[in-house]
């Protein structure tokens, strides 16, 4: 099971994990890319919460704590923060370029505008994380 930024939206992980390990074979992988909870970042994810309906937070560690409850074995995880936030600031300053442009026009900021540049602060800050989590049904 490969699951791509879409933990993070998840209302109901540990069921969510309960079902995966019924899906996968034995020895079957489970891998995850996301945005995890940082230093400090439970107020940073409640704010993307509001805006583009993130889930309950959750750090690297707390998933693979999790993982381990649900059976999974040989759980690895790579904090992939560093190599992201380039990305994230290119993402943040679109998203204040799209900001400026709409304050010129009728529309207001969405969501999305918002979200980015939240995004892209909790990276910088360390408030979020952005990794990957691998672990094999035991």
Same mark, same amino acid.
């Given at each position: $099971? *490969? @699951? ?8 109901? =992980?540990?069921?969510?994990? @309960?079902?995966?390990?019924? =899906? ?8 995850? $890319?996301? #945005? ?8 940073? *994810?409640?704010? %993307? ?7 309950? !937070? ?23 923060? !560093?190599? #992201? ?5 290119? *993402?943040?300053? %679109?998203?204040? =370029? ?37 672990? @094999?049904?035991?």
């Amino acid at each position: $099971i *490969w @699951q791509i930024e879409s933990l993070c939206h998840c209302t109901e =992980l540990d069921a969510y994990l @309960q079902h995966a390990h019924t =899906l996968l074979a034995p020895d079957g992988r489970f891998a995850a $890319i996301d #945005v995890f909870v940082g230093d400090g970042g439970a107020e940073v *994810w409640e704010g %993307l919460r509001r805006t583009v309906a993130f889930g309950e !937070p959750c750090t690297m560690d707390g998933l693979a704590d999790r993982l381990t409850r649900h059976g999974f074995v040989a759980i690895e995880l790579e904090d992939l923060t !560093p190599r #992201v936030v380039a990305c994230a600031r290119l *993402w943040r300053n %679109l998203a204040l =370029l799209d900001e400026t442009l709409r304050r010129i026009g009728p529309e207001s900021r969405s969501a999305l505008t918002r979200a980015s540049i939240d995004f892209a602060a909790g990276l910088e800050s360390g408030a979020l994380r952005y990794g990957l989590v691998v672990a @094999q049904r035991g």
